[in-house]
């Protein structure tokens, strides 16, 4: 989900946002009307799996009279009184010659099977009134709402429930949490302003808050002002940091624990995964003790404080405070995915690398402020500098 004035925004799938008028070409199949229950199970053995042209959504056997007027005059086969039908199959995996072939053993009519070829909609219609439409110019088409919610997009109910879980005001203290590790990243020039906070919905603890370290280095930091070059590693943006941070935290739980005992001498916390600033060693460790990283007594964070108007800086520390309130010490996790059931937050989408890392990590919901249509990875919308991969709802990695 995207943060559009406070007010959170879901993402449209690739499906939702993608041309709904794609077309491929199909063979339409004139067969006895005998063979209508089980010409599609003769076929199917010679036809690939391909789910993108299972034309699940088309009725694979018509009669006559359910036939698009345009297909009806391209018949040209007279059935003498015979009562035939139509079998739609799709144009290319397989060529006619073999689907002929496959047919005819179970045919003694003269003159069939018969083919002429059609285009056909290649997905899912997204109303009943465009399956209407195309029932009566292309091939008749069904529309099934359920289908369509558990395939192409997530289901309704459940993108409603987390929708109004997460937009409360802890929603937008976690950004300002995100902003306020962005801007200590960068005033330290540790990488760009970007920031990441991983929070447990259940109990609303804050669990790991990374900015973003692509130019860092072991050596001395280098000033803000200086010019960098390069995008530098992306294993250290900062979506991979605090999931970095979130696995540190696990392996030394996990450890303290007892488990893990036989792997503790090869068991490394990640170099990625470590405290660079102060709002991050805040949450990098279990402690009680705060210091605002807003705060003029902070040594850690010069500059910042000027990097901001005061009014911004004194919310996002009231903010920042409140937030601490509710403890920082991270709950027990079960032994499964790292980060599977917990929320992220960030002020830029991520990129396709840190997308895909999201995504394997289980989270259970992200929230971002800023779309970046030149390297966004999550965003599916139809537009000349955007990506358009829609990685948080692609039937290829979600399912």
């Known amino acids: 989900m995207t943060e559009v004035l406070n007010r959170l925004e879901p993402l449209k799938t690739v499906h939702e946002t ?27 053995p010679i ?17 006559l009279a359910h036939l698009p007027t345009d297909l009806a005059w391209r018949r040209d086969y007279d059935s003498n009184g015979l009562t035939t039908v139509f079998l739609l199959v799709p144009n290319g995996p397989v060529p006619w010659n073999k689907i002929c072939q496959t047919l005819a053993s179970h045919i003694t009519e003269p003159g069939l099977p018969r083919c002429f070829n059609a285009v056909v909609p290649r997905y899912a219609p997204l109303s009943a009134e465009q399956a209407l439409v195309w029932t009566e110019r292309y091939w008749p088409t069904t529309y099934n709402p359920s289908s ?22 802890k929603c937008v203290e976690y950004m300002q949490i995100a902003r306020i590790a962005a801007m200590e990243a960068r005033c330290r020039g540790h990488g760009r302003a970007v920031g990441a906070v991983v929070v447990n919905p259940k109990t609303q603890q804050i669990v790991a808050v990374a900015g973003d370290a692509r130019w860092w280095t072991d050596g001395p930091t280098r000033p803000f002002n200086q010019a960098m070059t390069g995008e530098g590693r992306p294993e250290h943006h900062a979506l991979m940091r605090v999931v970095a941070m979130v696995a540190n935290k696990e392996l030394r739980r996990r450890l303290a624990a007892g488990s893990h005992t036989r792997f503790a001498a090869t068991c490394q916390p990640s170099p990625a995964g470590q405290p660079l600033t102060d709002i991050e060693a805040v949450y990098a460790e279990d402690t009680e003790e705060f210091v605002s990283p807003l705060s003029p007594a902070s040594p850690a964070s010069p500059g910042l404080r000027e990097s901001w108007s005061e009014n911004v800086g004194d919310t996002l520390a009231a903010s920042l405070e409140a937030a601490m309130a509710l403890g920082n010490k991270p709950p027990s996790r079960q032994e499964g995915y790292l980060c599977s ?34 390297s966004g990875g999550l965003t599916a919308r139809d537009h000349v500098h955007s990506l358009g991969y829609g990685l948080f709802w692609r039937r290829e990695l979600n399912w």
């Open 18 to 44: 993608r041309s709904s008028e794609e077309f491929v070409e199909a063979f339409v199949v004139e067969i006895p009307a005998k063979l209508a229950g089980k010409a599609l199970g003769i076929v199917k």
């Open 148 to 169: 369509q919610l558990l395939q192409d997009a997530p289901p309704l109910n459940q993108l409603r429930r987390v929708q109004t879980e997460l937009d409360n005001i």
């Open 341 to 374: 059931g917990l929320d992220l937050y960030l002020t830029h989408e991520p990129c396709v690398c840190c997308g895909m890392a999201m995504i394997h990590s289980r989270f259970r919901a992200c929230v971002f402020e800023k779309p970046l249509a030149g």
């Open 47 to 63: 036809l690939p799996n391909d789910r993108s042209l299972s034309f699940a959504h088309l009725r694979r056997v018509c009669t």
